[in-house]
Nanobody, 124 residues
């Protein structure tokens, strides 16, 4: 079982930047696709960005150029650099991993393993 742990969530003011991280916790299995998802209160979980071992990334519309995903997927490490943060970016950010050899979508249902999340709060 792949266990993921997020860190780096914080409260920041609008326009600020933040980087959150994800790494394997305990015994883990090598994966090739990982992603970041977020969920605001009262809303469904949505994909933010994915990154795979081939260096390919997928971003949610409107986030590319403002957010940057990176990492070493083979080592189950993932990062998300968030810039020019907006209040609407507020939410619980989750790290996830898929069993596929590459990432194909931002759909949460395509991912098999999840961290417990790290809270990101952006104030106006």
């Amino acid at each position: 079982r792949v266990q993921l742990l997020e860190s780096g969530g914080d409260s920041v003011t609008a326009g600020g930047s933040l980087e959150i991280s994800c790494t394997a916790s305990g015994n883990s299995y090598r994966v090739y696709c990982m992603g970041w998802f977020r969920q605001a209160p009262g809303q469904e979980r949505e994909g933010v960005a994915t990154f795979d071992s081939w260096g390919m990334s997928i971003y949610r519309d409107g986030l590319k150029g403002r957010f940057r995903i990176s990492g070493d997927v083979a080592k189950n490490n993932l990062y998300l650099e968030m810039n020019t943060l907006k209040p609407e970016d507020t939410g619980m950010y989750y790290c996830a991993a898929a069993l596929t050899r590459r990432c194909y979508s931002l759909s949460p249902q395509d991912f098999n393993y999840w961290g417990r999340g790290t809270q990101v709060t952006v104030s106006s």
